[in-house]
Structures are given as C-alpha cells and as structure tokens.
C-alpha cells in the first residue's frame, strides 16, 4: 500500500500540484496529540503527506534535557510506520546549528518546488509564540500556517494580522504534551494509550526518562 501512494505523490510532483504539511516538534516523545493532529490536518486539507520533522536544537528554551536525537528520531519511525501517509525527514537533524523553521521550510521548497501547497501545522501553543520566530514574516510568505487548538492556548488572542494567514484547525482537545508524560515515566504513572505501544516499547527498552529502578517496577505491574 505504501509503495503505490507514493508513486502517486510522484504523480502528483510531477503535476506540480503536490499538498503537503509539515510537523516540526520536538518530539521527546512523539504522543497521540502530533499523530493526531497530524492526520486531522492531513485529511481536513486534503494533504498528500504529513512530514515530521524532528530538530536538532530546540529553538524555544526548555528546562529539563532534550534526549538525544537518535531516540528522538527512532520513535517517531516507530510512531509514523503504520500510516503510509506519514514520513519522517532528518532534514533538521542533518542541519548544524539552531533548527529554524525557515531553513526547513526552503528546503522542502528546493525540493518539492514553489507550486507545491506547504502547510507548516502547530499547536495553538507554538503559533502564539509566533512573533519570537527567526524571520517570522519571511516564513509566513512562503507557507501556509495551520494551527490545531490546543487545551490552556488561546488563538483568540493573536493579533488581526496573524489571524488572517493562519488556519485554525479545531480539533479535540487533547490534553497530552511530552512533558506531561516525562514525569508520568519519573512518577511511575502509565503511558499506555498515550503514545504508541511502539513507542512505549523503545522507551522502557531504553530507559528513557527515567531511573532504571522505576522503569523495573513499571514493567512488573504490566506483565
Ligand atoms: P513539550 O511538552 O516537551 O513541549 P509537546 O507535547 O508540546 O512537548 P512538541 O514536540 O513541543 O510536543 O510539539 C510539536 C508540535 O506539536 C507543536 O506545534 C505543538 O504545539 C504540537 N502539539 C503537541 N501536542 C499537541 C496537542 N496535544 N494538541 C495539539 N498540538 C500539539
Ligand atoms: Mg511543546
């Protein structure tokens, strides 16, 4: 089945008419709320792909240790491989230095060409921090912003010019963020049903987020 659509996505390259979104996150880990979000945006506007794209560097500061990025790319394979529509790009990895959206997005641009339709898709979170953005008004020139609503994020307060060029995607709600399932992982709580069973499996084979002690204890009480 994967094999037929992407010669399909070939076609339609060839066409010059190809839709494709793309998910820049993080990923650390990848959960339900970017699968989802994902494949809402994908059917909502018609999108021929989904790209996830995993950074290298967080641009935005974050308080606990970003996990390396073999583990952060190895789940969200482990997380996309059942959908043919899903691919995962190591374009930001590849990349040294800050992962700015810009750069990846004229990369796609080098690649898919400018007729292809990109959507850059976010949570309501992300494109409220929109104005910090590296060359924010460059970037909203040369895409389409979708951003999926997001439990505590309100759109409401972006200012008129932004609401003008972004596409909100009401989904939802879907109260799940990464960091909320690190500390399920240090507090002992489960992730099941939170992230895929996949990525469940890496993260306990692996010891991720988590003393070995706890991850011991968390696989006694599932068997
Ligand atoms: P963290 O808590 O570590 O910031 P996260 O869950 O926000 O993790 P990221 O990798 O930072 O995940 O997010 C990647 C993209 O996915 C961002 O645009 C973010 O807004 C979006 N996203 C993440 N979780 C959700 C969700 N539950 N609903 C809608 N969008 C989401
Ligand atoms: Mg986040």
Redesign the pocket.
């Given at each position: 089945m994967k094999t037929n659509y992407r010669e399909k996505i070939e076609d339609n390259q060839k066409n010059g008419d190809i839709q494709i979104g793309i998910?820049?996150?993080?990923?650390?880990p990848?959960?339900i709320?970017?699968l989802?979000?994902a494949e809402e945006a994908r059917v909502k506007f018609h999108l021929d792909k989904v790209i996830f794209v995993p950074c290298l560097n967080p641009t935005h500061k974050?308080n606990d240790h970003v996990t390396a990025v073999k583990h952060r790319l190895e789940m969200s394979y482990l997380a996309t491989d059942s959908n043919p529509y899903f691919e995962v790009s190591k374009i930001e990895i590849n990349r040294s230095g800050p992962s700015y959206t810009i750069d990846t997005i004229k990369e796609f641009r080098n690649i898919y060409g400018w007729d292809a339709k990109i959507f850059f898709?976010?949570?309501?979170?992300?494109?409220l921090e929109i104005e910090t953005w590296y060359k924010k008004d460059e970037l909203l020139n040369i895409c389409q912003f979708v951003a999926?609503?997001?439990p505590g994020y309100d759109l409401n307060k972006l200012h008129q010019n932004f609401k003008k060029v972004l596409q909100i995607m009401e989904?939802p709600?879907?109260?799940?963020?990464?960091?909320?399932i690190?500390y399920r992982i240090r507090n002992n709580l489960s992730i099941k049903y939170i992230v895929l069973e996949e990525v469940q499996d890496y993260i306990y084979q692996h010891k991720l987020y988590l003393r070995k002690k706890v991850i011991d204890n968390i696989r006694k009480q599932s068997s």
């Amino acid at each position: 089945m994967k094999t037929n659509y992407r010669e399909k996505i070939e076609d339609n390259q060839k066409n010059g008419d190809i839709q494709i979104g793309i998910m820049g996150g993080v990923f650390d880990p990848i959960h339900i709320g970017h699968l989802f979000t994902a494949e809402e945006a994908r059917v909502k506007f018609h999108l021929d792909k989904v790209i996830f794209v995993p950074c290298l560097n967080p641009t935005h500061k974050r308080n606990d240790h970003v996990t390396a990025v073999k583990h952060r790319l190895e789940m969200s394979y482990l997380a996309t491989d059942s959908n043919p529509y899903f691919e995962v790009s190591k374009i930001e990895i590849n990349r040294s230095g800050p992962s700015y959206t810009i750069d990846t997005i004229k990369e796609f641009r080098n690649i898919y060409g400018w007729d292809a339709k990109i959507f850059f898709i976010t949570g309501a979170d992300a494109f409220l921090e929109i104005e910090t953005w590296y060359k924010k008004d460059e970037l909203l020139n040369i895409c389409q912003f979708v951003a999926a609503t997001r439990p505590g994020y309100d759109l409401n307060k972006l200012h008129q010019n932004f609401k003008k060029v972004l596409q909100i995607m009401e989904i939802p709600l879907l109260a799940i963020s990464s960091t909320d399932i690190r500390y399920r992982i240090r507090n002992n709580l489960s992730i099941k049903y939170i992230v895929l069973e996949e990525v469940q499996d890496y993260i306990y084979q692996h010891k991720l987020y988590l003393r070995k002690k706890v991850i011991d204890n968390i696989r006694k009480q599932s068997s």
